[in-house]
Each structure stands twice: as C-alpha cells, then as structure tokens.
C-alpha cells in the first residue's frame, strides 16, 4: 500500500530528486537559454528556457503537490500569474472578484483589462447570496481571496466553488495569505489557485514570483502556452531561490501563526487601537470559517488607529517591525495599505471596503513574540496612543 507523505516531507522533497548527473541534494540552477538536441525532432525534454526550465519545472511540481493540484506554472511576478488567468477570458466576459482583492489586482483589473472589453464587479464574496446576486450572462469567472488582503475576510470556498459549478464559471482563489499549508483550494473543489511567491511560499523577501496550479486540462494547456507564447516567466535563480524558501514552510507558517495569535490578543486588549482584524480572535466575523477551512489562523493581522496622521506616527516610531510594501517573510514587516498596497484604489472605494486611512496591516514575522509587542507597544507609546 502506497503511504500518502505529509506536507512537510512534500515541502521538502517534491519535484526534487537528487541531480542524477552529480548526486547533488539541492536542485542546480540551470543558467542556460537553449538545449542541444540530438537530431531533429528529439531532445531531452528541454527546447528553450522560455518554455521550459528544469529549476523552474522543479519548483512547479513542487508547489503543485502542496496544493493538491496536477500542474503547476511559475511566472515573473503574482500580478504576471493573475494576469496570465485572466487571459483565459475574452473581450465581454464578466468576473466576479473579492471587494478587497489585492490593490495590483484591482489595479490590473481597472486599469488593464477593462480597457480590453473584460467587465469587473468587486462584491463581498464572504456573502454567497452577494455573488449570486452578481452573476451575469456574461459571467464567466469568479476570482477570491481568501484571506483578503488587507481586511482579513474569509470566504467559503465549498460555497464559492459550489456556485460557480452550478453557473458554469471558472473558478479561482488567490492563497497567498494562507499558503497551501494552511488550506488548499482545489480540496474545496476551486479549479484554479494563485499565488505570490513572493511572499510566504519564499519566505525571505529576496525574489518576486508568482505561481498557478489546477488539476484542469484545458486550462493547463491555455497557461503553458500563454508561458511560451508571452515569456512572463520565472528566472531559474529566482526559482531556486523559491525551492529554498518551500522546504522550510512547514515550521516558518507553524510559527507566523503562532506570533500572530499572540500579538493579535495583545492589540485587542490594549487601549487606544480600534478593530484588530485577525481571524484567530472570537470576534472576527469569520472565526468559525476561518477554523474549519484552515489549518491555522495566518500570519497576517490589520488594526485600525482611527485617522492618517496617528498611522503616519505610529508607523515613523516602529524600530524591530520593516516599514515596507511586502509580507510573508520571516521579519516583521507593518504596511499602510491606504497610500502603499491600495493606492491604486480610489479613496470612495476603499472606504466602501474597510481600507481606511487609520488601517495599518502587519505581517507578523518569526521573531520573538515579545520583542514584536515591544517594538509596537514603543511606537505606539512614542506616538501619544
């Protein structure tokens, strides 16, 4: 009987058999842009780098088998792996996407596509009926984050995927905030899962990527040949540099949880912060979801201190936490989603949303949890809160 290995054993060791020119235990990076062919016709499975790479081809096995997917697709960047999804579209079609998706999303959204015939509505995807309510004829994809970026929302993905089924659309999830550790979409029936690597999947904020992985045909093939066809795909160092950062998922995401649980207790009993946003807290709208569809609560924590300039102070005082567009890596790393990640968001529209000016995201790293809290206890100190 075959033994079905954990997800840190598949962190580890997927898609990276020792190299069997060498016995190498690490996967070479193959800094090459062309193959020698033996004859006409036949080769050793590589052409040319654009199409295919064996570190890239590595990483993308391996990060399929954390999803539970069958294929894998690396690209430049998380924006160039949405984009690449949506090109499955045509001018017309509608989609359906989280209210609080990503700002380079709704950036790509708005401002790229819309001008190529693709019509957007950004809804509550938390609220089945919202969606629902959406669909359109023309509807043909429904795009979530789960959690969402910056406001921490939880949307069942049984649900979501279920509807999409029963209306005919493609549907799809961006997991970079939970990463596959933490949940896995296409368990859940979702046909496609996005992801920036360049968050937790790497770990250690020095390489930009982004990845797909589906177990569905069709779109396996769209996507492989909008890779040859576009060219938006992922360096083999940066893809190394990625294999490095998923053998150790396991333990980084055991721990960001962990501190971010902490920390999130912290904030909500202490005086002077508005909403503390964290999935693990009883008074998140989305606990219950969020314990059921996930493995644990996430790294990443959002807290309201009411208006731009006490944000504005607090964030100068911050010494141990980055101030920095980013996450997922092993430092600390706290944003103002208003004027950094969201910019690209008109100021109506995100107060809609919940991305005030007051709204300060933190990506809760792997240090010391009480060298965390007494770096945001310090700054908010020295900022009178």
Not at 107 to 122: D, K, P, T, V
Not at 277 to 304: C, K, N, V, Y
Not at 318 to 330: T, W
């Amino acid at each position: 009987m075959r033994h079905e290995q954990g997800f840190a054993t598949k962190a580890i060791h997927a898609g990276q058999a020792p190299d069997p020119a060498t016995g190498a235990i690490m996967t070479p990076v193959f800094l090459t842009s062309t193959y020698v062919q033996e004859e006409l016709g036949r080769n050793k499975g590589y052409e040319y780098s654009r199409v295919s790479n064996p570190t890239r081809t590595a990483l993308e096995q391996n990060i399929a088998a954390l999803e539970g997917g069958t294929e894998g697709l690396a690209f430049g960047s998380g924006t160039a792996a949405v984009d690449a999804i949506l090109h499955l579209l045509a001018p017309g079609d509608h989609v359906i996407m989280s209210q609080n998706v990503y700002g380079g999303t709704y950036r790509l959204a708005r401002m790229i596509w819309e001008g190529y015939g693709l019509r957007f509505s950004f809804v509550d995807t938390t609220d089945v009926r919202r969606i629902e309510e959406a669909i359109l004829p023309s509807s043909r994809m429904l795009f979530i984050e789960t959690p969402t970026n910056p406001t921490i929302d939880i949307s069942d993905l049984s649900a979501c995927s279920a509807l999409a089924k029963r209306h005919a659309l493609l549907s799809v999830a961006d997991n970079t905030f939970a990463t596959p550790y933490l949940q896995q979409p296409l368990s859940f029936g979702i046909d496609i899962v996005v992801h920036s690597l360049t968050k937790y999947l790497n770990g250690h904020s020095d390489m930009l990527g982004g990845l797909v992985v589906t177990s569905n045909a069709d779109v396996t093939e769209r996507l492989r040949f909008m890779q040859k066809a576009v060219g938006g795909i992922l360096s083999p160092f940066d893809s190394w540099l990625c294999l490095r950062g998923t053998k150790t998922l396991a333990v980084r995401m055991k721990q960001h949880c962990e501190n971010a649980l902490i920390v999130s207790r912290w904030l909500a009993a202490r005086g002077g912060i508005g909403r503390v946003l964290f999935p693990g807290l009883e008074s998140h709208p989305g606990h219950e979801l969020a314990g059921r569809q996930m493995r644990g609560f996430g790294g990443m924590i959002s807290f309201d201190l009411g208006s731009l300039a006490r944000a504005a102070a607090f964030l100068k005082n911050v010494r141990l936490c980055a101030l920095a567009e980013s996450l997922g890596g092993v430092e600390t790393i706290i944003t103002h989603p208003a004027t950094m990640t969201h910019a690209a968001v008109p100021p109506e529209e995100r107060l809609r949303i919940g991305v005030t000016d007051g709204l300060v995201r933190i990506s809760v790293g792997i240090e010391d949890a009480e060298d965390i809290i007494r770096d945001l206890d310090t700054a908010l100190h020295e900022s009178g809160l």
